[in-house]
T-cell receptor
């Protein structure tokens, strides 16, 4: 079974500043993927960034980067140069690989980010 | 860009009524999912589907729930007799393989009165 823990229910950041959203995970799977999704107030789930368990380099996608520390089982999301449009709920999630089935994505409880002027 | 589409976007129903939520996954995807999110809460897994059968289901997915892929494009979630606590946003998702992200639809908001 997989478990995702997001300990920050809410975060504030000033516009143009960087912010780190924490995520730790627990799994017995050898191969897995870690994901971050953004959910704005409109409700849709927007994929942001992905890190495979065997990827040695931290993933980056534009202003998003994933600080992956496998030994600590953490996969923190870093958003650089925050914008007002970044205000949303952010979910960390993981998915085991090579199970031979439609392996599910397990979500954390989310962190609500508010970007201020 | 291909996307997952869901209908209806919002449905209001009376307790005890049957509801069918429809999804059209991305056309070359093979793995399909339903999730639900009660307002302001966690995104919860309901069921996964592959090769025309259920791969896994959660404890939420009891006998009142069923899924079907009636043709090559649609993937439906049926709730036979809705309860007040079924009120939630229901998300359909699909993916092309055993790795990579799930692509989510925009959700169907179900309100049970």
């Amino acid at each position: 079974a997989q478990k995702i823990t997001q300990t920050q229910p809410g975060m504030f950041v000033q516009e143009k500043e960087a912010v780190t959203l924490d995520c730790t995970y627990d799994t017995s799977d050898q191969s897995y993927g870690l994901f971050w999704y953004k959910q704005p107030s409109s409700g849709e789930m927007i994929f942001l960034i992905y890190q495979g368990s065997y990827d040695e380099q931290n993933a980056t996608e534009g202003r998003y980067s994933l600080n992956f520390q496998k030994a600590r089982k953490s996969a923190n999301l870093v958003i650089s140069a925050s914008q007002l449009g970044d205000s949303a709920m952010y979910f960390c999630a993981m998915r085991p690989y090579f199970t031979g089935t439609a392996s599910k994505l397990t979500f954390g409880t989310g962190t609500r980010l508010q970007v201020t002027l | 860009e291909p996307e997952v589409t869901q209908t209806p976007s919002h449905q209001v129903t009376q307790m005890g009524q049957e509801v069918i939520l429809r999804c059209v996954p991305i056309s070359n995807h093979l793995y399909f999912y339903w999730y639900r999110q009660i307002l302001g809460q966690k995104v919860e897994f309901l069921v996964s589907f592959y090769n025309n059968e259920i791969s896994e289901k959660s404890e939420i997915f009891d006998d009142q729930f069923s899924v079907e892929r009636p043709d090559g494009s649609n993937f439906t979630l049926k709730i036979r007799s809705t309860k007040l606590e079924d009120s939630a946003m229901y998300f359909c998702a699909s993916t092309g393989g055993e790795t990579g992200e799930l692509f989510f639809g925009e959700g169907s908001r179900l309100t049970v009165l």
